[in-house]
């Protein structure tokens, strides 16, 4: 079927931003009722967090998460899916290479953890992207945009906090009012968020993408209460010694989408995972060796993950 704006049924997907909120000009104000709330610093104790190019799906029974997370989305956005029946939710952080795909799967997921529910609507909110002067948020919001409206069903675009109306002007450059949300599994209520904890192995999931892997992969099986990481490769980074060696304002400018509006530790974060790649070029073969995911549960008493084998 199709995407819908305000229970209407869109004959084509909005052709950007500024389109969608001169036509809907209520999302600007659901956008602004976000930003209004105080961010959230969420403790790693009950929360899965996702990164660029991953997601994770659940319901409101799980025992083992309360938040599911995303954040550092500059040119990125964030992408909450929830099915009003079940309650089941859904997040991943989406760039444009691999949108639809992930689009795609974490349909499949929600809608998977909804059977039995007969009653509901699947509701769609959108959060991170600015209007960022290289234009790199407009072409993945065109690209979820185009991916929802051509899935075989109906989902409500309900919120929207994207682009002009996820911007402010600071010295004269813009910035994204929010980069991070939090999403309560139980309510669905969804906060801006900051995540000083991104979860287990986080080096070897950012090289993943920082090497040029295009597949979102699901990283929760919410039926086990696992957290699972691989098993995947990734192409050898050509020069990455030579990185390593470049000072942190040369990785800034040169492998950040946003530079001028990055956190502090986007270097420091950039130059472990690189320093992961130099010690695990093929991670297939040094990482996986036995070619099975690695597999976290939340520990009972401290509410961290914790590796855990079959």
Partial sequence: MVLCVNRSALEEAPPDMATLFHM????????????????????????????ERELAATVPQDKN?????SDNA??????????????????THLHSVGSEDGVVTLIERVRELSVGFPE?????????????SRNYS????????HAFHKQPLEV????????????????????????????????????????????????????????????????????????RIGPFNYEPLRGVDLWLEQSDEFILQHLSTSPEVETPYFSSMIRQTLKYIQDHPFPAVTV???????????????????????
Wanted: net charge neutral; with cysteine; aromatic share 10%.
């Fill in 120 to 132: 509901g609507r699947l509701e769609l909110n959108l959060i991170g992207g600015f209007a960022d």
């Fill in 156 to 227: 409500d675009l309900i919120l929207a906090c994207v682009g002009e109306a996820n911007t402010t002007v600071r010295e004269g450059i813009r910035w994204p009012f929010i980069c991070g949300v939090g999403v309560n599994i139980k309510t669905g209520e969804i906060f801006p968020a900051t995540f000083p904890d991104r979860g287990p192995e986080l080096s070897l999931r950012c090289a993943r993408h920082l090497t040029g892997g295009h597949q979102v992969l699901d990283v929760y099986d919410c039926s086990m209460g696992l957290h």
């Fill in 138 to 145: 407009e072409g993945v919001f065109q690209n979820i945009m």
């Fill in 24 to 51: 809907h000009p209520g999302y600007r104000d659901s956008a602004a009722l976000l930003i209004s709330i105080p961010t959230k610093v969420v403790g790693p104790a009950g929360l899965l967090y996702v990164i």
């Fill in 288 to 310: 996986f060796r036995d070619n099975r995911p690695h597999y976290y549960k939340r520990d009972e008493m401290t509410g961290f993950w914790v590796p855990f084998r079959f």
């Fill in 65 to 69: 998460v309360n938040i599911l997370g």
């Fill in 74 to 91: 500059t040119t990125c956005i964030i992408v909450v899916l929830r099915h009003t029946g079940s309650g089941a939710v859904g997040i």
